[in-house]
């Protein structure tokens, strides 16, 4: 291999050891125990090597995320096969669940990453046309706003039930109202 190419490998492999530990740090002690020095330590590398591969907390926080949403994706597309927006709603609320401190990282802490608009990262993109097909069926025309719309109600549900902010015992009737809503049949004439 040459020289180059090795330098080039080394390189993605620090960088995604850095992701890697920060994920962890974040899961075990939530995202304010993330500095670099924290970082630095447990990487075994200095924090200047650090910034050679990102430029501040936020992009390292950011490339999480983009792990995060390969999962989601991966997540959200066994859901819908299993129960079709049952199942996407379930799977989602349960990764949110699962995985309190990177679901932050992909819609609570501040993001490099762009939603909606501008150059929006392939694994943003994947994980949303899970959610366009799956309420397709039942959008009469607007499956990008229904999407959106079905997406960020259950974000709000992961959200207020991660903050214990709504009843345990009425989860189940929540999204099941939540997935009537949306499962509208339309009159396609």
Do not use: C
């Not at 949403?69 to 096969?81: I, K, N, S």
Request: glycine share 4%.
């Amino acid at each position: 291999m040459p020289a180059q190419q090795r330098k080039e490998k080394a390189r993605e492999e620090r960088s995604r050891l850095i992701v890697d530990a920060a994920r962890e740090l974040a899961e075990a002690e939530g995202w304010d125990a993330v500095t670099t020095r924290k970082l630095a330590e447990k990487v075994e590398y200095s924090q200047p090597v650090l910034y050679s591969h990102f430029k501040n907390m936020d992009a390292i926080a950011s490339a999480v995320a983009l792990q995060g949403f390969e999962e989601l994706t991966v997540a959200l597309t066994e859901g819908v096969r299993r129960a079709k927006l049952r199942g996407l709603a379930d799977a989602y609320l349960a990764f949110a669940r699962e995985h309190p401190a990177l679901y932050q990282a992909m819609f609570v802490r501040r993001s490099e990453l762009t939603f909606a608009v501008g150059e929006i990262p392939a694994s943003l993109r994947a994980a949303f046309a899970v959610f366009l097909a799956a309420v397709d069926p039942y959008a009469d025309g607007a499956t990008e706003t229904l999407a959106e719309l079905f997406w960020s109600s259950l974000h709000g549900l992961a959200t207020l039930q991660a903050g214990k902010r709504l009843r345990p015992d009425h989860h189940e009737n929540r999204v099941e109202l939540l997935v009537n809503l949306v499962a509208v049949p339309t009159d396609r004439t």
